[in-house]
Protein backbone atom coordinates (compact mmCIF):
# COMPACT_ATOMS: atom_id res chain seq x y z
CA UNK A 1 0.00 0.00 0.00
CA UNK A 2 2.67 2.30 -0.48
CA UNK A 3 1.50 5.60 -1.08
CA UNK A 4 4.70 7.17 -2.74
CA UNK A 5 7.17 4.55 -4.59
CA UNK A 6 10.04 5.14 -6.29
CA UNK A 7 12.64 3.27 -7.91
CA UNK A 8 15.39 2.00 -7.61
CA UNK A 9 16.56 2.39 -3.77
CA UNK A 10 19.94 2.90 -5.02
CA UNK A 11 21.74 3.92 -8.14
CA UNK A 12 25.48 4.02 -8.33
CA UNK A 13 27.02 4.42 -11.69
CA UNK A 14 30.22 5.98 -13.14
CA UNK A 15 30.51 9.83 -15.05
CA UNK A 16 29.03 10.23 -17.82
CA UNK A 17 26.39 8.00 -17.61
CA UNK A 18 22.57 8.91 -18.17
CA UNK A 19 20.33 7.27 -15.67
CA UNK A 20 16.68 7.53 -14.86
CA UNK A 21 14.68 7.68 -11.35
CA UNK A 22 10.77 6.81 -11.74
CA UNK A 23 8.00 7.41 -9.30
CA UNK A 24 4.41 6.73 -8.97
CA UNK A 25 2.23 7.75 -6.41
CA UNK A 26 -1.66 6.14 -5.70
CA UNK A 27 -2.86 9.20 -3.17
CA UNK A 28 -5.00 10.48 -6.14
CA UNK A 29 -2.84 14.16 -6.01
CA UNK A 30 -2.74 16.43 -8.51
CA UNK A 31 0.95 17.46 -7.72
CA UNK A 32 4.42 15.86 -7.75
CA UNK A 33 7.79 16.93 -7.19
CA UNK A 34 11.26 16.31 -7.15
CA UNK A 35 13.36 17.36 -4.66
CA UNK A 36 17.04 16.87 -3.77
CA UNK A 37 18.87 15.91 -0.67
CA UNK A 38 22.59 16.75 0.10
CA UNK A 39 24.62 14.51 2.06
CA UNK A 40 24.31 17.55 4.54
CA UNK A 41 20.80 16.70 4.67
CA UNK A 42 19.44 20.14 2.86
CA UNK A 43 16.33 19.50 0.94
CA UNK A 44 15.64 21.66 -2.03
CA UNK A 45 12.99 21.54 -5.03
CA UNK A 46 14.04 20.49 -8.33
CA UNK A 47 11.06 20.32 -10.18
CA UNK A 48 6.51 20.15 -9.71
CA UNK A 49 4.34 19.19 -12.29
CA UNK A 50 0.48 20.18 -11.34
CA UNK A 51 -1.53 17.71 -13.84
CA UNK A 52 1.02 16.42 -16.33
CA UNK A 53 2.19 20.22 -16.25
CA UNK A 54 5.57 21.73 -15.19
CA UNK A 55 5.01 24.65 -12.77
CA UNK A 56 8.24 25.05 -11.19
CA UNK A 57 11.49 24.35 -12.12
CA UNK A 58 14.73 25.85 -10.22
CA UNK A 59 17.78 26.64 -11.23
CA UNK A 60 18.58 22.90 -11.90
CA UNK A 61 21.40 21.87 -15.05
CA UNK A 62 19.60 21.04 -18.10
CA UNK A 63 20.69 17.49 -17.91
CA UNK A 64 17.94 17.10 -15.39
CA UNK A 65 14.65 16.49 -17.32
CA UNK A 66 11.56 15.37 -15.76
CA UNK A 67 8.41 13.77 -17.42
CA UNK A 68 5.22 13.22 -16.46
CA UNK A 69 3.24 10.51 -18.45
CA UNK A 70 -0.01 11.01 -16.03
CA UNK A 71 -0.76 12.40 -12.89
CA UNK A 72 0.06 9.25 -10.78
CA UNK A 73 3.56 9.27 -12.46
CA UNK A 74 6.77 11.29 -12.44
CA UNK A 75 9.62 10.29 -13.79
CA UNK A 76 13.71 12.16 -13.45
CA UNK A 77 16.08 11.11 -15.68
CA UNK A 78 19.78 12.80 -16.01
CA UNK A 79 22.31 13.33 -18.49
CA UNK A 80 25.57 12.97 -18.09
CA UNK A 81 26.14 12.43 -14.45
CA UNK A 82 28.68 14.15 -12.66
CA UNK A 83 30.35 13.46 -9.56
CA UNK A 84 28.33 16.42 -7.52
CA UNK A 85 24.69 15.09 -8.51
CA UNK A 86 25.74 12.29 -5.87
CA UNK A 87 22.44 12.55 -3.41
CA UNK A 88 19.36 11.42 -2.61
CA UNK A 89 16.49 12.23 -4.33
CA UNK A 90 13.06 12.19 -3.13
CA UNK A 91 9.99 11.60 -5.07
CA UNK A 92 7.14 13.51 -3.32
CA UNK A 93 2.99 14.81 -4.24
CA UNK A 94 0.14 16.85 -2.55
CA UNK A 95 -3.18 17.27 -3.48
CA UNK A 96 -3.52 20.54 -4.64
CA UNK A 97 -0.23 22.40 -5.55
CA UNK A 98 -1.00 25.05 -2.73
CA UNK A 99 0.67 26.62 -0.39
CA UNK A 100 -1.82 25.00 2.65
CA UNK A 101 -0.86 20.77 0.95
CA UNK A 102 1.14 18.66 2.85
CA UNK A 103 3.90 16.39 0.95
CA UNK A 104 3.65 13.03 0.98
CA UNK A 105 7.83 11.56 0.12
CA UNK A 106 8.59 8.45 -1.31
CA UNK A 107 11.57 6.68 0.58
CA UNK A 108 14.39 8.43 -1.96
CA UNK A 109 16.85 7.14 -4.00
CA UNK A 110 20.13 7.38 -3.35
CA UNK A 111 22.49 8.04 -6.24
CA UNK A 112 26.14 7.92 -6.07
CA UNK A 113 28.06 8.92 -9.30
CA UNK A 114 31.83 7.15 -9.24
CA UNK B 1 11.70 34.91 -0.29
CA UNK B 2 10.93 33.56 2.46
CA UNK B 3 14.34 31.03 4.30
CA UNK B 4 14.08 29.01 7.60
CA UNK B 5 16.92 28.27 9.84
CA UNK B 6 17.13 26.02 12.33
CA UNK B 7 19.98 26.60 14.59
CA UNK B 8 20.64 23.56 16.21
CA UNK B 9 22.29 21.00 13.88
CA UNK B 10 22.32 18.21 16.41
CA UNK B 11 20.31 18.16 19.75
CA UNK B 12 20.86 15.12 22.23
CA UNK B 13 18.62 14.36 25.06
CA UNK B 14 18.18 11.75 27.39
CA UNK B 15 14.89 9.27 27.11
CA UNK B 16 11.55 11.07 28.72
CA UNK B 17 13.59 14.07 29.18
CA UNK B 18 11.72 17.30 27.70
CA UNK B 19 13.18 18.69 24.09
CA UNK B 20 12.35 21.78 22.25
CA UNK B 21 13.91 22.51 18.57
CA UNK B 22 13.92 25.24 17.41
CA UNK B 23 12.80 27.28 14.10
CA UNK B 24 13.05 30.57 12.81
CA UNK B 25 11.40 32.23 9.53
CA UNK B 26 11.96 35.00 7.26
CA UNK B 27 9.24 36.51 5.54
CA UNK B 28 7.25 39.49 4.03
CA UNK B 29 4.22 38.22 3.63
CA UNK B 30 2.04 35.60 5.99
CA UNK B 31 3.36 32.49 6.19
CA UNK B 32 2.21 28.70 6.20
CA UNK B 33 4.60 26.28 8.75
CA UNK B 34 5.24 23.04 8.80
CA UNK B 35 7.20 20.09 10.34
CA UNK B 36 8.29 17.09 9.09
CA UNK B 37 10.34 14.47 10.81
CA UNK B 38 12.86 12.07 8.40
CA UNK B 39 13.59 8.49 10.25
CA UNK B 40 16.23 6.95 8.53
CA UNK B 41 16.57 5.58 5.07
CA UNK B 42 13.00 6.70 4.46
CA UNK B 43 11.29 9.84 3.05
CA UNK B 44 9.86 13.06 5.18
CA UNK B 45 6.81 12.44 7.03
CA UNK B 46 4.46 15.54 7.92
CA UNK B 47 4.38 16.22 11.85
CA UNK B 48 2.17 19.20 12.20
CA UNK B 49 1.19 22.57 10.50
CA UNK B 50 0.63 26.18 11.03
CA UNK B 51 -1.98 27.65 8.62
CA UNK B 52 -4.21 29.40 10.79
CA UNK B 53 -6.03 30.05 14.25
CA UNK B 54 -4.85 28.76 17.27
CA UNK B 55 -1.25 29.38 17.50
CA UNK B 56 -0.58 26.01 19.48
CA UNK B 57 -0.90 23.35 17.05
CA UNK B 58 -0.31 19.32 18.07
CA UNK B 59 0.82 16.56 15.72
CA UNK B 60 1.18 12.86 15.86
CA UNK B 61 3.63 11.04 17.99
CA UNK B 62 3.43 13.75 20.76
CA UNK B 63 4.66 16.58 19.27
CA UNK B 64 3.65 20.37 19.52
CA UNK B 65 4.47 23.85 18.24
CA UNK B 66 3.76 27.06 18.59
CA UNK B 67 3.42 29.60 16.21
CA UNK B 68 4.95 32.89 17.21
CA UNK B 69 4.51 35.62 14.75
CA UNK B 70 6.44 38.70 16.69
CA UNK B 71 9.54 36.51 17.12
CA UNK B 72 9.09 34.62 13.53
CA UNK B 73 9.26 31.17 15.41
CA UNK B 74 7.74 28.47 15.31
CA UNK B 75 9.52 25.74 17.61
CA UNK B 76 8.82 22.14 18.39
CA UNK B 77 8.23 20.35 21.37
CA UNK B 78 7.99 17.02 23.27
CA UNK B 79 7.22 17.17 27.04
CA UNK B 80 9.02 13.42 27.02
CA UNK B 81 11.11 12.08 24.18
CA UNK B 82 11.64 8.31 23.20
CA UNK B 83 14.00 6.11 22.09
CA UNK B 84 11.26 5.88 18.76
CA UNK B 85 11.49 9.71 18.10
CA UNK B 86 15.71 9.24 17.36
CA UNK B 87 15.34 10.88 13.83
CA UNK B 88 15.80 13.97 12.10
CA UNK B 89 13.45 17.03 11.77
CA UNK B 90 12.68 19.54 9.69
CA UNK B 91 10.96 23.34 9.80
CA UNK B 92 9.53 24.34 6.80
CA UNK B 93 8.01 26.97 5.57
CA UNK B 94 5.15 27.90 2.32
CA UNK B 95 4.18 31.24 1.29
CA UNK B 96 2.79 31.41 -1.85
CA UNK B 97 -0.65 31.60 -3.32
CA UNK B 98 -0.61 30.45 -6.83
CA UNK B 99 -0.74 27.57 -7.72
CA UNK B 100 3.08 27.38 -7.92
CA UNK B 101 3.69 27.94 -4.08
CA UNK B 102 6.93 26.39 -3.25
CA UNK B 103 7.52 24.63 0.46
CA UNK B 104 11.43 25.88 1.69
CA UNK B 105 12.80 23.76 4.14
CA UNK B 106 15.59 24.20 6.90
CA UNK B 107 18.69 22.45 6.95
CA UNK B 108 16.95 20.10 9.64
CA UNK B 109 18.27 18.97 13.49
CA UNK B 110 19.17 15.57 14.51
CA UNK B 111 17.50 14.82 17.49
CA UNK B 112 19.60 12.00 19.32
CA UNK B 113 17.64 10.30 22.56
CA UNK B 114 20.38 8.55 25.08
CA UNK B 115 18.99 5.84 26.87
Known amino acids: DTAVSQTPKYLVTQMGNDKSIKCEQN?????MYWYKQDSKKFLKIMFS???????INETVPNRFSPKSPDKAHLNLHINSLELGDSAVYFC?????????????FGNGTRLTVT | AQSVTQLDSQVPVFEEAPVELRCNYS??????LFWYVQYPNQGLQLLLKYLSGSTLVKGINGFEAEFNKSQTSFHLRKPSVHISDTAEYFCAVSEGYSSASKIIFGSGTRLSIRP
Open chain 1, 27 to 31: LGHDT
Open chain 1, 49 to 55: YNNKELI
Open chain 1, 92 to 104: ASSQEALYNSPLH
Open chain 2, 27 to 32: SSVSVY
